[in-house]
T-cell receptor, first 109, second 115 residues
Framework: SQQGEEDPQALSIQEGENATMNCSYK?????LQWYRQNSGRGLVHLIL?????REKHSGRLRVTLDTSKKSSSLLITASRAADTASYFC?????????FGAGTTVTVRA | GAVVSQHPSWVICKSGTSVKIECRSL??????MFWYRQFPKQSLMLMAT?????????EQGVEKDKFLINHASLTLSTLTVTSAHPEDSSFYIC???????????FGSGTRLTVV
């Protein structure tokens, strides 16, 4: 089942710029995960943030989690053309993942 | 890292035929496998959860007799779309939980086209 919404639905930026996308969810979570999907391919796990964490970094990725607002954000810094993909947040509860609608990011060279 | 191998990557079949999709965990044991379908430009919708050695659990609205799931071993789960119809055309993806802080490992997906 789809958990919530992501915004924006689509994002177009210049190479080198930062990309920020937001995710809202509705129910309790154990953790929240972000995934990348290139067109017609499977999903690649990017980062996981637990419900008791507020911020996490991994390379050029920064994720925040606000459980009081039931929202998360993903920041990709210094974007590259290879970052062009769809990004999905997924909330995990009882080992099940529920995905957001996704944000399509296009990085222009 | 953990890898889930999914086959076939694409398949075209005639209406009324059945199609089997396989997902194998290559370097870890997947006691649980999740099956999703994804329509173009949409999110992933969980169809069912398979557990090794027991019956699959289907999400509301998913016909268990149409989407047969078998999880006979710790490294193999299969989804069979029976009597496929054009409306079953979709992208099917499997995933398995990965230990540690590594989220879930996804197969590369199967593009099913029913003609």
């Amino acid at each position: 089942s789809q958990q919530g919404e992501e915004d924006p639905q689509a994002l177009s930026i210049q190479e080198g710029e930062n990309a920020t996308m937001n995710c809202s969810y509705k129910t309790s979570i154990n953790n929240l995960q972000w995934y990348r999907q290139n067109s017609g391919r499977g999903l690649v796990h990017l980062i996981l943030i637990r419900s008791n964490e507020r911020e996490k970094h991994s390379g050029r990725l920064r994720v925040t989690l606000d459980t009081s607002k039931k929202s998360s954000s993903l920041l990709i810094t210094a974007s590259r053309a290879a970052d062009t993909a769809s990004y999905f947040c997924a909330t995990a509860f009882d080992y099940k993942l529920s995905f957001g609608a996704g944000t399509t990011v296009t990085v222009r060279a | 890292g953990a890898v889930v191998s999914q086959h076939p990557s694409w398949v075209i079949c005639k209406s009324g035929t059945s199609v089997k999709i396989e997902c194998r965990s290559l370097d870890f044991q997947a006691t649980t496998m999740f099956w999703y379908r994804q329509f173009p430009k949409q999110s992933l919708m969980l169809m069912a959860t398979s557990n090794e050695g027991s019956k699959a659990t289907y999400e509301q609205g998913v016909e268990k007799d149409k989407f047969l799931i078998n999880h006979a071993s710790l490294t193999l789960s299969t989804l069979t779309v029976t009597s496929a119809h054009p409306e079953d055309s979709s992208f099917y993806i499997c995933s398995a939980p990965t230990e540690g802080n590594h989220g879930y490992t996804f197969g590369s997906g199967t593009r099913l086209t029913v003609v």
